[in-house]
């Protein structure tokens, strides 16, 4: 290892050890959604469960709806409908309950289970707004 290498070893580690997570440059929330399912099966899970009929949704075919929220830069919100912090576990609770979190809320108990709602919010975590997703009609 020369002294070049070193210096520039060292500053990268500190600036891993600065970005709290650092694993290829990629951000803590993005590792844990890597691991947390099957994005493309998630996909098709929110075709098949008909998400769309209530929520704009990209890369999904007919989805959408104006009842909800439209789904785009899921990845960047801080809060899910309002009511939970935005993390994987909160995320696949709604999916699978939005009615033990908001009883009054208009989003039906669809019967998603857990695996599936762990794809399904693989694939929503995909979602950075506007550049680079498509609208399907
Ligand atoms: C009958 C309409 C309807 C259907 C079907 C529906 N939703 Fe919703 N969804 C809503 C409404 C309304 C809200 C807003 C809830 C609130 O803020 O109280 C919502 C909120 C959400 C949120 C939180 C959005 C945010 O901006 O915080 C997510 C995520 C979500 N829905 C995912 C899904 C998924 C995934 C499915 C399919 C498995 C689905 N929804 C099916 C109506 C629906």
């Not at 070893?9 to 440059?25: K, R, S």
């Not at 075709?47 to 959408?64: L, W």
């Not at 309950?97 to 399904?120: F, S, Y």
């Amino acid at each position: 290892m020369n002294a070049r290498f070193g210096i520039a070893g060292l500053a990268w580690i500190a600036f891993c050890v600065a970005m709290a997570g650092c694993n290829d440059g990629k951000t803590t929330r993005e590792v844990s959604v890597a691991n947390l399912g099957n994005s493309e099966h998630g996909r098709q899970l929110i075709s098949n469960y008909g998400c769309g009929a209530c929520h704009m949704i990209p890369g999904v075919r007919g989805a959408r709806g104006k009842v909800g929220p439209p789904l785009l830069n899921l990845s960047q919100r801080t809060m899910i409908a309002g009511e939970l912090p935005n993390t994987p576990p909160n995320l696949t609770r709604w999916i699978q309950h939005p009615r033990e979190v908001e009883p009054k809320t208009a989003m039906p108990e669809l019967g998603v289970t857990q695996d599936e709602a762990n794809d399904i919010a693989a694939y929503l975590y995909t979602l950075r707004g506007r550049e680079g997703t498509s609208w399907i009609d």
